[in-house]
């Protein structure tokens, strides 16, 4: 059958709907004004490349051996494995996660974390020396009025903790924004853990962690107001010691 144009240009007499061929040609060209709203695009995407990529960037810090070993501390507690989820009090929604291993001697791997301590010297976001003190001001940092501190421990084979110690300490520097990655990637290679999964979600970490055997749940809370940079300084002011952690309310 024959296909004929009617005086409307985008209608047809016939069994198919066709659009003459001009106004197909014009379409599929582009005019300078896509043009120019692509070049756009890829100008704002060049401007904002560095900072992209500042926000992926570890930052990496290595302590020397002599202070490494200075601080070394070998806790009485049995080998264990702590989660700790920073969750906020406003949205109730996971915004960071860190490990602690208690093994040959008791570390912090706070991947992209911004707590520190002169006596707590660090490797790649991986905290030596956690003594009781340390432990203590480690979740009084975090718990806050915006903030508080979930901790779920697990007590595990000697070999099993001295495994998950060299897992932090070959990991590397983290991140930003990739402290539940690491956190995940790091437990789903520790025997016992392959069930927690890689994923970015400090609070996707701390439901798979709570559904494993023999984890025992502290909640610590805190009304200290947000802004702890004044925290800090002082922490770093206070000489070592061995204080109890802060008083907590046990979760199941």
């Known amino acids: 059958m024959a296909t004929t144009w009617h005086k409307m240009p985008d209608r047809l007499v016939g069994a198919r709907r066709l659009r003459p061929p001009e106004r197909v040609a014009a379409r599929a060209a582009p005019t300078m004004a896509s043009r120019m709203i692509v070049m756009l695009r890829l100008f704002l995407l060049v401007l904002a490349l560095p900072a992209i990529l500042a926000a992926c960037t570890a930052e990496p810090v290595w302590a020397p051996d002599e202070a490494v070993a200075r601080a070394t501390y070998r806790s009485p507690e049995p080998p264990s494995i702590t989660l700790f989820t920073m969750v ?5 929604a996971g915004a960071h996660s860190a490990l602690m291993i208690n093994a040959s001697q008791r570390v912090i791997f706070d991947p992209a974390g911004s707590w520190w301590h002169r006596t707590a010297p660090e490797r790649n976001d991986l905290h030596y020396g956690i003594t009781p003190l340390m432990l203590e001001f480690y979740v009084d940092y975090h718990a806050r009025e915006t903030y508080h501190v979930v901790m779920q421990t697990r007590q595990v084979a000697p070999d099993v903790a001295e495994h998950a110690l060299r897992l932090v300490a070959d990991n590397g520097a983290v991140g930003k924004a ?21 994923t970015f979600n400090p609070k996707g970490i701390m439901r798979a962690f709570s559904r494993l055997d023999g984890v025992e749940t502290r909640k610590i809370r805190d009304d200290d107001p947000d802004d702890h940079g004044l925290l800090l300084q002082e922490q770093n002011l206070e000489a070592p010691a061995y204080p109890t952690l802060p008083s907590a309310a046990s979760s199941g």
Request: proline share 8%; with cysteine.
């Open 88 to 92: 906020s009090n406003r949205s109730d």
């Open 178 to 198: 990739m402290c539940g990655r690491s956190v995940s990637s790091v437990l789903r290679q520790v025997p016992g853990f392959e069930s927690i999964p890689v």
